[in-house]
């Protein structure tokens, strides 16, 4: 049974307030506004500290006393006054749904589009993603991945400095924009995916250590202390974080969750936490009539993680590759730092489009071990997400380039196609859609000095082992995070419109297409061409079949064609002049045995003769 946390408003005046404290001795509530007073909280069996009020109205500020010290509410579920200021009592029923169902839109059929709240639009905020709604329909998402929004100290983070797990960050907007901008998207029939981090506590603000014995000195991670999952007192904390996800799910109307960074979740119980956070979700699921997803980001390429939890696994319903992102930089950019140095060769993209993972039992020069797990063949296509970029692979790089800032023009197109035509669900980050130049850094806004020291050092010496050569730049000063806000001029500029025009093309080919959508049976396979990076990859479902030729030359390459018994119409070429390539003089029908060449850098998909949607 997961205990429900925080101040909840009832109605009619009334309100429950409840922490779990389990080795205090006493503890006290008090209310500061409108009216001082302290009131005394009584203890349970298991540590759970609660009273009910009945004159108490939404919008009242509290504290917790204890140890003659007042401490905001750690299950807090609004701070209006950042992380040191005063819990508010919230009124979650007082907002007005008006597209209270999901719309429904299953794992395997997202088109999913990360963002970053206070860098997407110029307002930086819950109403900016509003109006841009109509701009992602437009563009074919349906389904956008909002990167944390847990309250964190300050007015500008990435989120996964996050203390408050339950507040909305007031410079966003608030609780009531953020069901405003979940309602809205629902209203466009676009899935909203949140991200929360359940590894680590952000280092400023945080008050859950006050409360509960929520760390664990078993483990080490690097973002700081590690969550207690399995020891002494792990049962109130898996109830913490348990009750966040379906509060997430039941209170804003999310669709999804992506944990973030699972491999810094330690848990070495025979029930892992993950086993019974996805349980807790279904049952969720089954009572609502609706299905939560949850979604992890790992590096471990473990089949554990989306494996059912009959046969073992945690049960969560799919996981990101980042192998797969790694191969198409790797071989795009030609950059060998870091984790790139396991990556480069074609043979690598093959492998990652036929199993999800490159490494699957297999030696990292990086690494300097083996690494991944062997079950990974057996991976269904539909529980992996895929990218050519995203906030990490972004964002941690010393100088924030885009793909947009490494590549030429023509290579932006093939990677965007190696992504949406792959049997897996495809991700876009912000801005990529029209090759947006502005940077993406990590960028924070504590207010400890010491502390902002300690995270520029920290990142000088995190690059530095990486292999990096250039300095970070500097993720307190406020230009840092200016320079992250999307240009949206650069969309009226002939290139970068362009671009955008490709990317609606190539996701209405997903969309429309049958053998083009994601699914475990559609994918007939990877072939490495003769030709050195040259893969041809072939799909089918149904009567629907395509066939795509990726060319990661800087030089044209010949192909030899030979289907004697069907007609194949050329439906994509990337280096056509409408997508402002050089064109090429490539058959707009195949049938029998020919041979052509295709432009440096350019994707060519050809398709049989049926109808689409057939």
Same mark, same amino acid.
């Given at each position: 049974?997961?205990?429900?946390?925080?101040?909840?408003?009832?109605?009619?005046?009334?309100?429950?307030?409840?922490?779990?404290?389990?080795?205090?001795?006493?503890?006290?509530?008090?209310?500061?506004?409108?009216?001082?007073?302290?009131?005394?909280?009584?203890?349970?069996?298991?540590?759970?500290? *609660?009273?009910?009020?009945?004159?108490?109205?939404? $919008?009242?500020?509290?504290?917790?006393?204890?140890?003659?010290?007042?401490?905001?509410?750690?299950?807090?579920?609004?701070?209006?006054?950042?992380?040191?200021?005063?819990?508010?009592?919230?009124?979650?029923?007082?907002?007005?749904?008006?597209?209270?169902?999901?719309?429904?839109?299953?794992?395997?059929?997202?088109?999913?589009?990360?963002?970053?709240?206070?860098?997407?639009?110029? @307002?930086?905020?819950?109403?900016? =993603? =509003?109006?841009?709604?109509?701009?992602? &329909?437009?563009?074919?998402?349906?389904?956008?991945?909002?990167?944390?929004?847990?309250?964190?100290?300050?007015?500008?983070?990435?989120? !996964?400095?996050?203390?408050?797990?339950?507040?909305?960050?007031?410079?966003?907007?608030?609780?009531?924009?953020?069901?405003?901008?979940? +309602?809205?998207?629902?209203?466009? &029939?676009?899935?909203?995916?949140?991200?929360?981090?359940?590894?680590?506590?952000?280092? @400023?603000?945080?008050?859950?250590?006050?409360?509960?014995?929520?760390?664990?000195?078993?483990?080490?991670?690097?973002?700081?202390?590690?969550?207690?999952?399995?020891?002494?007192?792990? !049962?109130?904390?898996?109830?913490?974080?348990?009750? /966040?996800?379906? !509060?997430?799910?039941?209170?804003?109307?999310?669709?999804?969750?992506?944990?973030?960074? =699972?491999?810094?979740?330690?848990?070495?119980?025979?029930?892992?936490?993950?086993? @019974?956070?996805?349980?807790?979700?279904?049952?969720?699921?089954?009572?609502?009539?609706?299905?939560?997803?949850?979604?992890?980001?790992?590096?471990?390429?473990?089949?554990?993680?989306?494996?059912?939890? &009959?046969?073992? $696994?945690?049960?969560?319903?799919?996981?990101?590759? +980042?192998?797969?992102?790694?191969s198409i930089h790797a071989i795009l950019t030609g950059e060998t730092e870091g984790y790139y140095a396991d990556f480069g060769q074609i043979t690598q993209l093959d492998k990652? !489009?036929?199993?999800?993972?490159?490494?699957?039992?297999?030696?990292?020069?990086?690494?300097?071990?083996?690494?991944?797990?062997?079950?990974?063949?057996?991976?269904?296509?539909? #529980?992996?997400?895929?990218?050519?970029?995203?906030?990490?692979?972004?964002? /941690?790089?010393?100088?924030? *380039?885009?793909?947009?800032?490494?590549?030429?023009?023509?290579?932006?197109?093939?990677?965007?196609?190696?992504?949406?035509?792959?049997?897996? =669900?495809?991700?876009?980050?912000?801005?990529?859609?029209?090759?947006?130049?502005?940077?993406?850094?990590?960028?924070?806004?504590?207010?400890?000095?010491?502390?902002?020291?300690?995270?520029? #050092?920290?990142?000088?010496? *995190?690059?530095?082992?990486?292999?990096?050569?250039?300095?970070?730049?500097?993720?307190?000063?406020?230009?840092?995070?200016?320079?992250?806000?999307?240009?949206?001029? @650069?969309?009226?500029?002939?290139?970068?419109?362009?671009?955008?025009?490709?990317? #609606?093309?190539?996701?209405?080919?997903?969309?429309?297409?049958?053998?083009?959508?994601?699914?475990?049976?559609?994918?007939?396979?990877?072939?490495?061409?003769?030709?050195? &990076?040259?893969?041809?990859?072939?799909?089918?479902?149904?009567?629907?079949?395509?066939?795509?030729?990726?060319?990661? /030359?800087?030089?044209?390459?010949?192909?030899?064609?030979?289907?004697?018994? *069907?007609?194949?119409?050329?439906?994509?070429?990337?280096?056509? #002049?409408?997508?402002?390539?050089?064109?090429?003089?490539?058959?707009?029908?195949?049938?029998?045995e020919e041979k052509f060449s295709i432009n440096p850098l350019a994707c060519v998909c050809y398709q049989r003769e049926v109808e689409w949607g057939s």
């Amino acid at each position: 049974m997961i205990k429900v946390l925080g101040a909840r408003y009832l109605g009619n005046r009334k309100a429950e307030f409840r922490t779990w404290a389990p080795t205090l001795k006493e503890m006290s509530l008090r209310i500061i506004s409108p009216s001082t007073r302290l009131v005394p909280l009584s203890k349970d069996e298991w540590g759970y500290w *609660e009273t009910v009020l009945e004159d108490v109205e939404p $919008g009242a500020r509290y504290f917790y006393h204890f140890n003659d010290k007042d401490f905001p509410d750690p299950a807090s579920y609004y701070q209006p006054e950042d992380v040191c200021g005063a819990s508010c009592l919230l009124d979650h029923g007082s907002f007005a749904w008006k597209s209270p169902n999901s719309p429904g839109i299953a794992l395997r059929e997202m088109i999913i589009y990360e963002l970053h709240v206070g860098t997407f639009t110029p @307002e930086g905020s819950f109403k900016g =993603i =509003i109006s841009k709604l109509d701009y992602l &329909k437009e563009l074919g998402i349906n389904a956008i991945e909002i990167m944390p929004v847990a309250q964190f100290p300050g007015e500008r983070n990435w989120g !996964y400095d996050g203390v408050f797990h339950f507040a909305v960050q007031h410079s966003y907007g608030g609780p009531d924009d953020f069901k405003a901008l979940v +309602d809205a998207a629902h209203a466009h &029939k676009i899935a909203v995916i949140l991200d929360v981090v359940y590894n680590h506590l952000g280092p @400023e603000g945080n008050v859950l250590g006050d409360f509960m014995p929520c760390f664990s000195e078993k483990y080490k991670i690097p973002w700081g202390k590690a969550i207690n999952f399995d020891d002494e007192y792990s !049962y109130g904390v898996r109830n913490f974080f348990i009750f /966040n996800a379906l !509060y997430w799910f039941e209170y804003y109307h999310v669709d999804a969750l992506r944990l973030d960074a =699972i491999h810094g979740i330690y848990d070495g119980g025979a029930k892992h936490f993950l086993t @019974e956070l996805s349980q807790e979700v279904d049952k969720l699921s089954l009572q609502l009539n609706k299905k939560f997803y949850l979604i992890a980001e790992s590096d471990l390429n473990d089949a554990r993680v989306i494996l059912s939890r &009959k046969k073992g $696994g945690y049960g969560l319903d799919a996981q990101w590759s +980042d192998d797969f992102h790694h191969s198409i930089h790797a071989i795009l950019t030609g950059e060998t730092e870091g984790y790139y140095a396991d990556f480069g060769q074609i043979t690598q993209l093959d492998k990652a !489009y036929k199993n999800g993972f490159v490494h699957t039992w297999d030696y990292s020069r990086f690494r300097k071990r083996y690494h991944g797990s062997a079950l990974n063949a057996a991976l269904p296509a539909n #529980q992996l997400i895929v990218c050519s970029q995203n906030h990490d692979q972004t964002g /941690n790089r010393p100088c924030g *380039e885009r793909l947009s800032a490494l590549v030429p023009f023509e290579a932006l197109k093939l990677a965007a196609a190696a992504v949406m035509f792959s049997p897996f =669900i495809p991700l876009l980050f912000m801005g990529e859609e029209y090759g947006e130049k502005s940077p993406f850094l990590y960028f924070m806004g504590f207010s400890d000095n010491g502390l902002i020291e300690a995270v520029r #050092q920290g990142r000088k010496n *995190e690059f530095k082992v990486l292999g990096w050569k250039d300095d970070p730049v500097d993720p307190y000063d406020l230009k840092t995070f200016e320079r992250c806000r999307l240009r949206w001029e @650069e969309l009226n500029v002939s290139g970068h419109k362009t671009l955008f025009r490709f990317y #609606q093309f190539i996701i209405s080919m997903r969309k429309s297409i049958p053998a083009l959508c994601c699914g475990p049976q559609d994918f007939l396979g990877a072939k490495v061409l003769e030709e050195k &990076k040259m893969l041809k990859l072939t799909r089918r479902h149904g009567t629907s079949e395509i066939k795509v030729f990726f060319n990661f /030359n800087h030089f044209a390459n010949p192909v030899s064609w030979s289907n004697p018994d *069907e007609k194949w119409k050329l439906i994509l070429d990337s280096s056509a #002049q409408r997508w402002l390539g050089p064109g090429q003089a490539l058959p707009q029908f195949l049938m029998g045995e020919e041979k052509f060449s295709i432009n440096p850098l350019a994707c060519v998909c050809y398709q049989r003769e049926v109808e689409w949607g057939s």
